[in-house]
């Protein structure tokens, strides 16, 4: 019997004046099975050059970037389900958080994997089922086996049908989902499970997969090497759903390659500008590439048109003996010099990650690297050893070579994992070295004025628009920077040049300076005291 047509069946039509049959008690049950209270948790992550930790104060912010993966999986999830987001890049998990829960959804990737244990095991003592997925558990499973439920690739795949077998009790311990799944049915992300202010950027994401092969790179065997792409319209109703949260600023394109399926990518810029240019471009965006990117004056232009001020490159290292060696073929035949420096022209901030440890490496070419970066407009060089990483072809190759020092823990920024044909003990002095001639503060200095010098503003000015901010900003920057730091003489030469000589980049200037409060102790009191 539904009870809908029980109600209309009393005469009155009132429910108070009908009785509770057995129907009614067994949809009741039923219903309160399937309403599930499911707390989702992005782990901690341990410090690294691109986690921003030592100088999200400054800005009053609590995180770099905000889970999209998992605020993407919410919108996956089954809707009578009762939804809520633990961030521990924010702020501890509070008890009562995991009390109010049936379940706890863990995500994340290696770099998160010590809080990942440690939270599904305090979840687990507190008698909840704990569910693990994400680019850690996908790529580690065999490293999550006390977790109660393991989902394997990307939800597009089948979380679904996932969700109703776990309303059933019913859902598998390992449970792997279709590989490289279309994305055209991927939902809005939940925003609305965020707390937008702890944020000092936003993430989207329009497509997934490389059509790359780079031999340390898991990113083609997680996500494929055919780029899959979002229509225009699913991603300009993201980009709307975003800006209807109130939020406005730094925007990153999450994208493994953003120009793996250049021309398809290339036809949806035109529309991306057009809204952000009926909206006031409230969005500054940046994302990742490879270096073909300055192959194409046209593409560049239009990605600086729809509010790109940024890309992050791999560049990995001048050697070209280490790029063959390493599979990363479409650097071998760039002048990478002159590719940073037109892409930098075109008006996009070139970050750029870098590594040491290739086999081919040796003191020279480490001092080559060093000075690469020296004469390049590209402050924020991430420079890491080469890790053998799960599900790489790199990890492949040290296994059979018998190499193997110990497993991937997702720290990049220390000794290898592996016995480098470079003796180990000049391989961490090569590395020390380069990190501290290029996060010393003048150097850095040079490359931001390098990068002043040859890029125009970008289309719009966050600190700007954004006047409080700014000036909030500013003056922790002053004070923390330009009166308390040890290198404050340096600090002060570089605004006073800025101020003197190019007086309308003065807000990108602070950015900039800001940036190096995290680098510089991130490198200091994290980085090398691990190589000694």
Known sequence: MNRN?????????????????????RITISESRKRKKVLLVNPKSQPTYWSYDYCLPYVQKKAAYAPLGLITLAGMLPKNWDLSLADLSTGPLQQDELENSDAVFL???????????????????????????????????????NIDHLVIGEAEGGIKEWCEAFEQGRAPKVAEMEPFPSLLKTPLPRYD??????????GLQLGRGCPQNCEFCSVTKLNGRVPRLKTTEQFLTEIEALYETGYTGSVFIVDDNFIGNRKEVEKKLPKIAAWQKEHGYPFDFFTQADLRLAKSDAFMAKMVEAGFSGVFLGIETPSKKALQEAGKNQNVNVDLDKAVRKITKAGLECMAGFIVGFDSDNEESLDELGHFISRNPIPQAMVGVLQASPQ???LKRM?????????????????????????????REGYAKIL???????????????LLRMRDNPRHALYKKRLIFGLKALKNSLLRQGLKSSYRTDYWRFLATVALTMPSKFH????????????????????MPRLA
């Open 436 to 450: 501290k001639n290029i996060y010393a503060p003048k150097a850095y200095f040079d490359r931001c004025l390098q």
């Open 107 to 145: 995500g994340g990737m290696h770099i998160q994997a010590k809080s990942f244990h440690e939270e599904a095991k305090r979840a687990q003592r507190a008698g909840k089922v704990v569910v693990g997925g994400g680019p850690y558990v996908t790529s580690s499973p065999e490293e999550c086996e």
């Open 392 to 394: 790489t072809d790199l």
């Open 5 to 25: 047509n029980a109600e209309c069946q009393t005469p009155e039509g009132s429910q108070e004046n009908k009785p509770e049959t057995q129907d009614d008690i």
């Open 508 to 527: 990108t200037a602070i950015t900039q300076a800001i940036k190096l409060a995290h680098y510089y102790r991130f490198t200091h009191e994290d980085v």
């Open 399 to 427: 296994e059979a070579e018998g190499r193997m020092l110990d497993s991937f823990d997702g720290e990049q920024f220390g000794v290898a994992n592996f016995k480098t044909v470079m003796e180990a003990s000049k391989l």
């Open 193 to 202: 499970l965020l707390k937008i202010n702890d944020y000092s950027s936003m």
